[in-house]
């Protein structure tokens, strides 16, 4: 995804951020994947003051020069609880009261690979958050090129129950998912196809004038939220009979 959709990564991280706002949560440590230089730092920081916010370089960043890449991570040291920007992913020997996830899963090739290792480095009592494009983003230009060479599928774009299923098998504790649709509507068909590359929806090496373009000219986005709890983290994984459930979700009749 590329800085021509910055504006919407902004408005999901507004949505998540709104998300999380009844959940009673403190972090001190948290991790942001990416960073999308910057966005969700900052916003974070005004959100959980006095927390660390790590954040883990976006795809420009890792495709920069190592300079850029230093110079950033200098500049992080500078701000207050900015906290550290990885490049090389997150440590081994790292955790987190938070983790949270902007637009990012749906670029992966095995998104349960992605949420085990997040459990890992998830502290006790820890929260996942994510949003991701699900499986109906551009489903216009599929329908209006229905041989699709030219396109590509985004490999971790999921239906919501099979990411659900998989926070389950991956001892998370009450896992939430929902998904909304957003519409973008173009004036151009250049317009169209540039936010179609910038979505990974297209074909680097596709030339756009054997593209059919959908009529009328617009795309959905299907935007699935999820979070989910890492509660007893010590448990055997073979422990299928005991459920776990927080002290404030149990409630009076």
Same mark, same amino acid.
């Given at each position: 995804?590329?800085?021509?959709?910055?504006?919407?990564?902004?408005?999901?991280?507004?949505? =998540? $951020?709104?998300? !999380?706002?009844?959940?009673?949560? /403190?972090?001190?440590?948290?991790? #942001?994947?990416?960073?999308?230089?910057? &966005?969700?730092?900052?916003?974070?920081?005004?959100?959980?003051?006095?927390?660390?916010?790590?954040?883990?370089?976006?795809?420009?960043?890792?495709?920069?020069?190592?300079?850029?890449?230093?110079?950033?991570?200098?500049?992080?040291?500078?701000?207050?609880?900015?906290?550290?920007?990885?490049?090389?992913?997150?440590?081994?020997?790292?955790?987190?009261?938070? =983790? $949270?996830?902007? !637009?990012?899963?749906?670029?992966? /090739?095995?998104?349960?690979?992605? #949420?085990?290792?997040?459990?890992?480095? &998830?502290?006790?009592?820890?929260?996942?958050?994510?949003?991701?494009?699900?499986?109906?983003?551009?489903?216009?230009?599929?329908?209006?090129?229905?041989?699709?060479?030219?396109?590509?599928?985004?490999?971790?774009?999921?239906?919501?129950?099979?990411?659900?299923?998989?926070?389950?098998?991956?001892?998370?504790?009450?896992?939430?998912?929902?998904?909304?649709?957003?519409?973008?509507?173009?004036?151009?068909?250049?317009?169209?196809?540039?936010?179609?590359?910038?979505?990974?929806?297209?074909?680097?090496?596709?030339?756009?004038?054997?593209?059919?373009?959908?009529?009328?000219?617009?795309?959905?986005?299907?935007?699935?939220?999820?979070?989910?709890?890492?509660?007893?983290?010590?448990?055997?994984?073979?422990?299928?009979?005991?459920?776990?459930?927080?002290?404030?979700?149990?409630?009076?009749?």
């Amino acid at each position: 995804m590329t800085t021509s959709l910055s504006w919407l990564r902004a408005e999901i991280q507004e949505r =998540i $951020l709104n998300k !999380l706002e009844p959940i009673k949560l /403190s972090p001190k440590r948290i991790l #942001l994947e990416p960073d999308f230089s910057g &966005l969700n730092r900052r916003a974070f920081i005004r959100r959980f003051p006095g927390a660390q916010v790590d954040s883990i370089a976006d795809s420009q960043i890792q495709g920069a020069t190592p300079f850029r890449i230093k110079l950033q991570q200098a500049l992080s040291r500078i701000l207050p609880n900015s906290g550290r920007l990885l490049d090389q992913g997150i440590p081994a020997d790292a955790s987190y009261d938070l =983790i $949270l996830s902007n !637009l990012s899963l749906q670029s992966r /090739s095995n998104p349960g690979a992605w #949420l085990a290792n997040c459990h890992q480095h &998830l502290t006790e009592g820890g929260l996942i958050s994510f949003a991701y494009l699900g499986p109906d983003t551009g489903k216009e230009l599929r329908n209006a090129n229905l041989e699709a060479g030219h396109l590509q599928a985004l490999p971790g774009a999921l239906d919501m129950h099979d990411i659900g299923d998989a926070l389950v098998q991956n001892r998370y504790s009450d896992p939430v998912m929902d998904m909304e649709y957003l519409y973008l509507e173009y004036e151009t068909e250049q317009a169209l196809y540039k936010d179609g590359l910038a979505l990974g929806l297209i074909s680097p090496d596709a030339q756009l004038d054997r593209l059919c373009a959908p009529s009328p000219l617009k795309l959905t986005l299907e935007i699935v939220y999820g979070h989910a709890w890492v509660l007893a983290k010590n448990r055997s994984s073979g422990d299928t009979k005991t459920a776990y459930i927080r002290v404030d979700a149990i409630k009076r009749k």
